[in-house]
């Protein structure tokens, strides 16, 4: 395990993070978290991920995190002006929504340089994109019908791009020939056409020659991984199964941060945890104002239970029936959740609970705020954002926003939404090491 784990810290170091030992907390620093990478698989490579309204709210958060992570450049390129009117939002000015309600260029609370780059379906130029992606969702059905979208994919694909789709996506895909006899896959969407036409397998994702087909959300990380591999056939996914036999713990509260359960969720899936959603219910609830609903809403839309994450694939349980030996660690989102954790009550207890049983507490963005209310930042080194400082420095903690993120004994934190990669890997290190960072 300690030549895994050093293995790791060395890859991550190789893209350019400067990791730092202090007073025995792993620091991660310097100008390269929460940015695009110089060293990686994409690396020189430009990527445009097509995308109109009811496009997938996941899979979007999850391309704005990771294509940067390994050096790629990306653009939403906005099919916002369609045949079918009737999408969200109803005008002709309108920009692009997703299934859920997330809204692109600017993506809320941003995935930092990696995920500001938008540009419109009629102004992209398909001979400047190494590969395009098209996002799941009933967007791929949209899209299909506009021939700016047509033109651009059979253009890119004649100058060499890789050209790729998820579930629903494939459909302008299939539209314009280019699956025709390829080695496909997809979901329920579009399954009974790519088995009429196309070499289907049932695989989660498959790649042929320059043709990249995922079936749903979940697969999200598989299809940026062979999207790794076929620009980089040195490319290894160290990441897959690396959590095998962890449990991880996601705490759910109203008001989460939709970017900060979307992405974490699906990358320790891939990773190979076992995932606990634990909800607990606040005293104000904003998205919807109903009492008594079991269901809990984030700031942008998003829900629990997941709305593109099959619940077999998860447990959904309140915060007060999970006992501390369940799972090996937890994560606190940011937004308001932390805030209606302090205001509920019992769940700064159960954090209490979780510190006493050594299970890792793992938190970002406001998250500090509810650690150092449960009265657990003494002497403790956190990031996050940066009004967490009074709160977390106040109960005797070390609060600096100059980092990305930290390990300090059983206690990882994350500064913001753009070092979402870098706070995953720390989890991840969290839960192989149980804190104790080899030298």
């Known amino acids: 395990m300690k030549k895994r784990v050093n293995e790791y810290l060395l890859s991550i170091e190789a893209k350019g993070i400067e990791l730092q030992r202090k007073d025995g907390a792993l620091l991660w620093t310097g100008d390269k978290p929460g940015s695009v990478k110089t060293y990686g698989p994409l690396v020189g490579k430009k990527i445009g991920c097509l995308i109109t309204s009811e496009f997938s709210d996941f899979q979007a958060y999850y391309i704005a995190a990771y294509i940067g992570e390994f050096g790629g450049a990306l653009d939403f390129i906005l099919v916002d002006d369609v045949s079918w009117h009737w999408t969200r939002p109803n005008n002709r000015q309108k920009g692009v929504q997703g299934l859920w309600g997330l809204s692109v260029d600017p993506i809320p609370v941003g995935g930092g340089e990696k995920a500001d780059t938008a540009v419109k379906v009629t102004l992209a130029v398909a001979e400047e994109y190494d590969a395009l992606i098209i996002l799941g969702g009933p967007s791929g059905d949209i899209m299909s019908t506009e021939k700016p979208v047509q033109d651009l994919l059979l253009r890119a694909y004649n100058n060499g791009a890789v050209l790729g789709g998820i579930g629903g996506g494939i459909i302008p895909l299939i539209t314009v020939g280019l699956t ?34 995922a079936q749903d959300t979940v697969d999200t990380p598989e299809f940026v ?96 029936d999970i006992s501390h030996e369940e799972y090996d660690g937890l994560m606190i989102p940011g937004s308001f959740c932390p805030w209606n954790m302090i205001e509920a009550g019992y769940p700064l207890t159960f954090l209490q609970g979780a510190d006493e049983s050594g299970n890792m507490i793992a938190f970002m963005c406001h998250g500090p705020i509810a650690v150092a209310a449960a009265g657990l930042a003494e002497n403790k080194k956190s990031t996050g954002w940066l009004s967490c400082l009074p709160a977390f420095n106040s109960m005797g903690g070390d609060f600096q926003t100059e980092w990305a993120a930290v390990i300090d004994g059983n206690m990882v934190s ?24 080899p030298d």
């Open 414 to 437: 994350g500064r913001t939404t753009p070092e979402l990669p870098e706070f995953i890997d720390a989890m991840s290190i969290g839960l192989l090491t149980n804190g104790n960072i």
């Open 225 to 320: 991984s062979e999207l790794c591999s076929f620009f980089d056939n040195d490319y290894v996914d160290n990441r897959k199964d690396m959590l095998k036999g962890k449990r991880m713990l996601l705490i759910a509260g109203w008001d989460f941060e939709d970017f900060e359960i979307a992405v974490p969720a699906l990358e320790f899936l891939h990773r190979g945890s076992e995932l606990i959603i634990g909800t607990f219910t606040g005293c104000k609830r904003s998205r919807p104002p109903l009492l008594g609903v079991n269901v809990v809403q984030g700031n942008f839309g998003m829900s629990v239970p997941l709305q593109e994450i099959n619940d077999d694939l998860y447990q959904i349980k309140d915060l007060r």
């Open 180 to 213: 025709d006899g390829k080695k496909c896959t997809g979901n329920e969407q579009v399954d009974f056409m790519l088995k009429r036409k196309c070499d289907y397998s049932n695989d989660r994702c498959v790649l042929d020659e320059r043709i990249l087909t």
